[in-house]
């Protein structure tokens, strides 16, 4: 079966630019979406169509998606951003990432 | 504003059958695909299945055999019954709306934890 990978956990200081990386076989040609989630909540779109960005959502988020990785990009990281972040794809049913733990300090 | 809003038993031993509920409010039912979305500790996020309005239903290989989704357009609700649960079924169970030209799912529900023990 079809098998996303992200990294467990990245770090990035308030301010600076965080990178989140998604890991398929030929992801690129797929499309791949991006959800924030914090603890106790449901997940929040945040990237869909690899680069499109649903209303409300504020123009930091950023997605790219070429070869075997898509990646989510965080401009401008705040202490709010700190969250869980799942990348998903669809391969005849849908697949979702492990889930990177995004630490702002 | 649309909203999901989920209910369901939150406690079941193993072999009963896990029953979810899901009402949408505040946006038209069809045209979308709705999902259910389970999340486990150790797992991360799985999905479960989807279904139209029309009742046509896809769902995840692997749990298949053991998964009924179903709807009910008159009151905009859909359904998951899981039958034979085990404790690895204990998970917070979402549900979820999928647009028909995407893969992404823009609204969700709050979420159900349900324990198998």
């Known amino acids: 079966s079809y098998e996303l990978t992200q990294p467990p956990s990245v770090s990035v200081s308030p301010g600076q630019t965080a990178v989140i990386t998604c890991s398929g076989d030929k992801l690129g040609d797929k499309y791949t979406c991006w959800y924030q989630q914090k603890p106790g909540q449901a997940p929040v779109l945040v990237i869909y169509?690899?680069?499109m960005r649903p209303f409300g959502i504020p123009e930091r988020f950023s997605g790219s998606n070429s070869g075997n990785t898509a990646t989510l990009t965080i401009r401008g990281t705040q202490v709010m951003d700190e969250a869980y972040y799942y990348c998903q794809a669809w391969d005849s049913f849908v697949v979702f990432g492990g889930g990177t733990k995004l630490t702002v300090l | 504003q649309v909203q999901l809003q989920q209910w369901g038993a939150g406690l079941l031993k193993p072999s009963e059958t896990l029953s979810l509920s899901c009402a949408v409010y505040g946006g038209t039912f069809s045209g979308y695909f709705w999902n259910w979305i389970r999340q486990t500790s150790g797992k991360g996020l799985e999905w479960i299945g989807e279904?139209?309005?029309?009742?046509?239903?896809t769902y995840n290989p692997s749990l298949k055999s053991r998964v009924t989704i179903s709807v009910d357009t008159s009151k905009n609700q859909f359904y998951l019954k899981l039958r034979s649960v085990t404790a690895a079924d204990t998970a917070v169970y979402y549900c979820a709306r999928g647009l028909e030209n995407d893969i992404s799912k823009d609204f969700w529900g709050h979420g159900t934890l349900v324990t198998v023990s």
């Open positions: 169509q690899d680069k």
């Open positions: 279904i139209n309005d029309s009742g046509s239903t």
